[in-house]
């Protein structure tokens, strides 16, 4: 008998917290939220320019707050310099100057990032979901019982709390992008980018707004030394992002979502039907499968034939052929 995981697990009347910032004004006037009610009203001013300070002055984001010059919330002159660097025998200095006017905002900056502000503009978050309305706390945020779908991540970066969003993809979401990709603004969305993760794109996300990336799979390295707020749902290196898992997540486009970076999950505000209500497999033939033998990882797959006195499995993974499997190495799932 084996336990059978779920890729997306449905749980009901689920209570999170939706996190507020300063000046966000909840605008619900009852106790429950419907689908297009108004349900936040978000103040604040458009972003005229972004600034990686990694890129620009060769250090690491998390280093970056130690070398500027200004600060948060000061207004600067184009030309005025914000940050400086000097070398360590002071032979040489890098000044990093403002490209345009505007309000400074460091809000990022242990992510590496300068945000120079333009006018103030408000906007509206409209409610794609129900649910009941609990207490609203500037610290813990507006609590919300709803039903959401959970998505666990293998890996995600070490922040603090929780952020708020709506999910955007960048490209059609199933395939692995470039910066040419990038046509427009990603301001206050959690972007999936597709099965695998270049740093060069984790940074122009993040200089055009996106507040989260979620990806199949990175390089350690880069996941390592960008510091950026990432979930990883697959693995580290060339791991295998299953069709049948993109057709699914991508269903889920345009909702809104919360990320949790102490449970390292991803919660959709969304319902969904699971295929199977039951936790256990009661027979192991034409049931989903997902790979982790090292020669077909990650690839999701039905099985065929099952011998018990082996323990070895035929599975069904499509185009990529049939396999004889360990069950060992197979993770009944429900997709």
Not at 4 to 12: A, I, N
Not at 237 to 243: A, I, L, N, Q, T
Request: charged share 25%; with cysteine; aromatic share 10%.
């Amino acid at each position: 008998m084996e336990i059978r995981s779920r890729l997306f697990e449905k749980y009901e009347n689920y209570t999170l917290n939706i996190p507020l910032r300063g000046e966000d004004k909840v605008l619900v006037k009852k106790d429950r939220v419907g689908i297009g009610d108004d349900f936040l009203e978000k103040t604040g001013s458009s972003v005229k320019k972004t600034i990686y300070l990694p890129t620009v002055l060769h250090v690491k984001s998390e280093d970056s707050e130690k070398y500027l010059v200004c600060m948060h919330g000061e207004y600067i002159e184009k030309g005025e310099v914000i940050a400086k660097k000097t070398s360590s025998g002071g032979l040489t200095v890098i000044d990093l100057t403002s490209p345009v006017s505007g309000i400074l905002d460091l809000s990022r900056i242990k992510q590496g990032y300068v945000d120079i502000l333009g006018e103030e503009r408000k906007s509206i978050v409209k409610s794609n979901f129900e649910g009941e309305i609990g207490a609203i706390d500037p610290t813990t945020g507006l609590s919300l019982t709803t039903d959401v779908v959970a998505v666990d991540g293998v890996v995600g970066s070490k922040k603090e709390g929780t952020l708020f969003g709506q999910l955007d993809t960048l490209g059609d979401g199933n395939t692995i992008v470039t910066t040419a990709f990038l046509e427009r603004e990603y301001k206050g969305k959690i972007v999936w980018v597709g099965p695998y993760l270049y740093s060069s794109i984790a940074v122009e996300l993040f200089e055009r707004g996106a507040i989260a990336v979620l990806t199949y799979a990175m390089s350690y390295e880069e996941f390592r030394d960008l510091g950026l707020p990432i979930m990883i749902f697959g693995g580290f290196g060339s791991v295998h992002c299953d069709s049948l898992f993109l057709k699914k997540f991508l269903t889920f486009i345009g909702k809104y979502v919360v990320l949790d970076h102490r449970q390292n999950q991803l919660f959709i505000l969304s319902d969904l039907s699971p295929r199977n209500e039951r936790w256990f497999v009661n027979q192991y033939i034409n049931q989903s499968v997902i790979s982790r033998s090292a020669t077909s990882y990650g690839y999701i797959g039905k099985t065929l034939e099952y011998n018990q006195e082996s323990d070895f499995v035929l599975v069904d993974f499509g185009k990529k052929g049939t396999s004889l499997i360990h069950i060992g190495l197979l993770d009944f799932i429900d997709l």
